[in-house]
């Protein structure tokens, strides 16, 4: 089993991360928070969640071991697998999921892209034993990028690969750059997924 992965930021997207570790690129998919607490530093240690199947090994990609372990617990879960834990830690931060889990806020989790009613309170009930809410700030600061069109394009791309449909995504991500010429490609996307 992989525990972490050191080296070198070969190439950075919002959903993914490419690590050069001794001369071999390694592909993580990654969270907005780790795409976020990422920019700008060439070196990392991620902590890595591999996940086996018949035609893939695949590996997600965590800043700390705080996130990797709410990960984990989320695809523990029946009805959670990876993607949908990755969306979900895309839209909500450490410390605001485990505060909704310990305050049983189901109407949040159901705000997030996949999250129905009955898999909203299966999550919390599952978890709310195994999470405790704690006061330490999980604030990441995110990056500011004044080239719309580049954070317009790498947003839309990022909710393809999420599983959006593409023509809805650039009508939404088009509408909240209107609305808030300034924000980050995190905040474009963070917004959309509340919006679609």
């Known amino acids: 089993m992989i525990d972490y992965i050191k080296g070198e930021v070969a190439e950075l997207a919002p959903t993914s991360v490419t690590i050069e570790c001794g001369g071999i690129g390694y592909q993580l998919n990654i969270s ?24 893939a090994h695949v590996l997600f990609g965590f ?48 705000s997030v892209k996949g999250i129905g009613a009955k898999t909203a309170q299966r999550i919390i009930v599952d978890l709310k034993d195994k999470i405790k809410f704690t006061d330490e700030s999980g604030t990441i600061q995110l990056p500011t990028k004044t080239d719309l069109t580049e954070v317009g394009h790498s947003a839309v791309a990022a909710l393809v690969m999420l599983g959006f449909v593409q023509t809805a995504s650039q009508k939404v991500v088009s509408k909240i750059i209107s609305e808030s010429p300034s924000l980050p490609v995190e905040g474009i996307i963070k917004e959309a997924l509340k919006r679609l």
């Open 32 to 55: 907005l928070n780790t795409y976020g607490a990422l920019n700008n530093i060439p070196n990392v240690k991620l902590y890595v969640h591999e996940v086996i199947r018949e035609d």
């Open 63 to 110: 800043m700390d071991k705080r996130e990797r372990e709410l990960f984990q617990h989320l695809i523990s879960v029946s009805g959670v697998g990876p993607g949908t834990a990755r969306v979900i830690l895309s839209s909500l931060s450490c410390k605001e999921l485990e505060n909704v889990i310990s305050t049983e806020n189901a109407a949040v989790l159901q």
